[in-house]
């Protein structure tokens, strides 16, 4: 895995603005331009149109941002961090003494933090604070900023 791997986070409070903003500069163009068809061209159908592609636009622009605070708000592990984590995944079952690796929840606490909670199934003859801190080690080069790992042992 790569350590200068970077995730882009985009500020979904500053796109909320943005689109805002947007919105009404567009409706304000919309309605100059559906006076300037209606007083010169009698086009009465200008208005309406104005309004409905401004609105399907509006809409269209949304959707991602909707869909992303939703993303947060459930949870969801992080798009742009998939793969990555996966990989992260593969490489600490490939550490010595690690049997399994169970309840993996990783999700974005905000725009640009990203946390989680892990347990790590290792044998009882190998040092579970080197195993730890090499599992600390990949979750945190994969993009993860703090996570919980609970090392658990076999009876």
């Known amino acids: 895995m790569k350590e200068d791997s970077k995730h882009s986070h985009i500020d979904h ?3 909320g603005i943005f689109l805002h903003v947007l919105a009404d500069t567009l409706g304000s163009v919309g309605v100059v331009i559906s006076t300037v068809l209606i007083k010169y061209k009698g086009w009465l159908i200008a208005d309406p149109a104005c309004s409905i592609f401004i609105s399907v636009m509006i809409i269209s622009s949304v959707i991602p941002l909707l869909r992303n605070s939703a993303e947060i ?48 199934h290792v044998s009882s003859e190998h040092d579970k604070d080197l195993i730890k801190k090499r599992a600390l080690d990949l979750f945190q080069q994969a993009g993860v900023k703090d996570i919980i790992i609970q090392v658990e042992c076999p009876r």
């Not at 984590?85 to 640009?112: P, Q, Y």
Request: glycine share 8%.
């Open 13 to 15: 409070n500053m796109e």
């Open 73 to 120: 708000l459930l949870h969801r592990i992080p798009r742009s961090l998939e793969q990555t984590l996966k990989e992260a995944i593969g490489d600490i079952m490939r550490i010595e003494g690690v049997h399994g690796v169970s309840s993996v929840h990783v999700w974005n606490f905000s725009n640009t933090e990203i946390v989680g909670t892990v347990h790590l």
